[in-house]
């Protein structure tokens, strides 16, 4: 398919004035919207005010929130005045942040105002002078002092192929977050290849649960449905009575979830209480979902339940099941415009039809590589474009895939990333921690949590041990288990054999 030479807000809201006063966002939270009109008035007003203060060409801008109407006219704000965001999880510490705003050079911050404690002092300790907070604040620029005169937007001479949009920070097979290089190309492509396979229209109502700050939200679910004039209530904190209640109250037709969900939708008894008929469709990625759990969500809802799949590397869709097309446990074929490859990890030739293998990937939504890391940019990426993924899939002899193994050494806990790597480094810091390994453990309700093996110099209470990492990172990358070792498994040349302790942890053959 062709893929429109066009900048990222200019696509998502090329249609948006015609659709006049039809609803773009409600925050089922306060009731507060926008309608199209008024998104895109504001995106031109406050890319002027940007510009204003500096933000301009090849900038980049935190953007610190949970999921809100606001958070889409910052978003495309940002883009319209030729700067990148970065985005950041309203989880975070400050000090997660600023390391974040640090490594991306960020020069501006822009948060939500319950978050504004925690980004002032993320900004003092990143070296960022202006923080805008997406609303009203005593302890920042407020939103509305941003706003400058709709001529005065810039037009900087964007290149769709070469000038970031987005600045997302993953930590690819392993290792550190490292920043995803994806350009306004990426993103245009990603929703060009995606929406003739998605079911959303002007009259539907999407459901805006996932968070922004990850590719999926920010792609698949706001962009792809602005784009489609589709209405996006959002949620800014998931919890499934309020989930539950924001699908009744304004009648979403459209869910994008992640496996957890779906866990809740097939079992918990809270779904009874609701009236969820007008919810026809779901689709779940960011983690394997079992051919079981679809079949019994669906059957619960009378609703059709999907997947896709994808990476933050992928802007980030690269397959997608067709509407009504499905198969058990499949993540569907590639979208238009990708190519893949199946590839024996240790030898690196193709292998057959039927045979596992490493998936590689080639397309127009595949990122320029990591900000400032030579290194793992040509770990993950080769010379002709294929990137590596870690995935380990089987096809079948119509180029279906499924996912049967990871050869990433990430926890998935919720959908979301944890490093094995972030979290053993801080354990060190530990004083009765002389080592550590830390690994996914399967866990119903999460997918994976992430469970820590330690050898101490000294004795140490593992609750302990527990809270003391609690207090230092995001309540989903917080450890469930500490198991103390003699000794932490390691290759000749001191590399972790995760491995040997995985498969402690998992039944034969799972």
């Known amino acids: 398919m062709?893929?429109?030479?066009?900048t990222l807000p200019s696509f998502v809201l090329e249609h948006?004035?015609?659709r006049g006063a039809r609803p773009a966002l409600i925050?089922?939270?306060?009731?507060?919207?926008?309608?199209?009109?008024?998104l895109e008035e504001l995106v031109e007003r406050v890319a002027a005010g940007l510009a204003g203060r500096g933000v301009g060409h090849r900038d980049v801008v935190g953007l610190w929130s949970a999921n809100a109407p606001a958070y889409a006219l910052a978003f495309l704000a940002v883009a319209r005045a030729g700067a990148a965001t970065t985005t950041l999880n309203a989880l975070w510490t400050a000090e997660e942040a600023a390391a974040q705003l640090r490594d991306s050079g960020a020069r501006m911050l822009i948060a939500h105002p319950d978050l504004c404690g925690r980004a002032l002092e993320a900004a003092r300790l990143a070296g960022i002078h202006s923080v805008?907070?997406?609303?009203?604040?005593?302890r920042a620029t407020p939103?509305?002092?941003?706003?400058?005169?709709?001529a005065d937007a810039p037009y900087p001479g964007i290149d769709p192929a070469v000038d970031l949009v987005s600045l997302p920070y993953s930590s690819g097979t392993t290792g550190v977050s490292k920043g995803v290089m994806l350009t306004h190309r990426n993103l245009v492509a990603n929703l060009a290849q995606s929406l003739p396979l998605l079911p959303i229209g002007p009259d539907d109502v999407v459901a805006g649960i996932l968070p922004f700050f990850h590719i999926y939200g920010q792609t698949v679910v706001l962009c792809a449905a602005l784009r489609a004039g589709a209405t996006v209530v959002t949620l800014p904190r998931f919890d499934l009575e309020g989930f539950l209640g924001m699908l009744q109250e304004h009648r979403v037709t459209r869910a994008f979830v992640v496996p957890p969900i779906v866990?809740?939708?097939?079992?918990?008894?809270a779904v009874d209480r609701y009236d969820l008929s007008s919810?026809?469709?779901l689709m779940s990625g960011a983690a394997p979902l079992s051919a079981d759990l679809a079949d019994a969500c669906e059957q619960r809802l009378e609703a059709e339940v999907t997947q896709g799949y994808g990476l933050t590397e992928t802007s980030p869709v690269a397959t997608l099941v067709p509407r009504g097309m499905h198969r058990a446990g499949s993540i569907g074929p590639l979208v238009p415009n990708t190519e893949g490859g199946i590839v024996d990890p240790e030898g690196g030739d193709e292998v057959d039809a039927g045979t596992p293998g490493e998936l590689w990937l080639r397309g127009p939504q595949v990122m320029r590589g990591y900000l400032g890391n030579p290194g793992a940019t040509a770990a993950a990426l080769d010379a002709e474009g294929w990137l590596r993924t870690g995935d380990i899939v089987v096809a079948d002899d119509d180029g279906w895939l499924v996912v049967v193994d990871r050869l990433k050494e990430l926890i998935k806990c919720k959908g979301l990333q944890v490093a094995p790597a972030e979290l053993e480094a801080l354990l060190l810091t530990h004083p009765a921690v002389a080592d550590a390994c830390v690994v996914g453990v399967p866990d119903e309700r999460a997918g994976e949590v992430p469970k820590a093996f330690v050898v101490l110099r000294e004795e140490a209470d593992t609750e302990a041990i527990m809270a003391f990492v609690a207090e230092r990172v995001a309540p989903y990358k917080r450890?469930?288990?500490?198991?103390v070792l003699e000794a932490i498994p390691r290759s000749a040349s001191g590399k972790i054999l995760r491995r040997v302790l995985l498969e402690r942890e998992r039944p034969a053959g799972a």
Request: hydrophobic share 45%; proline share 4%; aromatic share 4%.
């Open 143 to 150: 939103l509305a002092a941003v706003l400058g005169h709709r």
């Open 16 to 18: 948006a004035r015609g």
């Open 132 to 138: 805008v907070a997406l609303g009203d604040s005593e």
């Open 27 to 38: 925050d089922a939270a306060d009731g507060a919207s926008l309608t199209y009109e008024d």
């Open 263 to 269: 866990l809740a939708l097939a079992k918990h008894p």
């Open 279 to 281: 919810l026809t469709w």
């Open 479 to 483: 450890l469930r288990h500490v198991e």
């Open 2 to 6: 062709e893929i429109p030479e066009a």
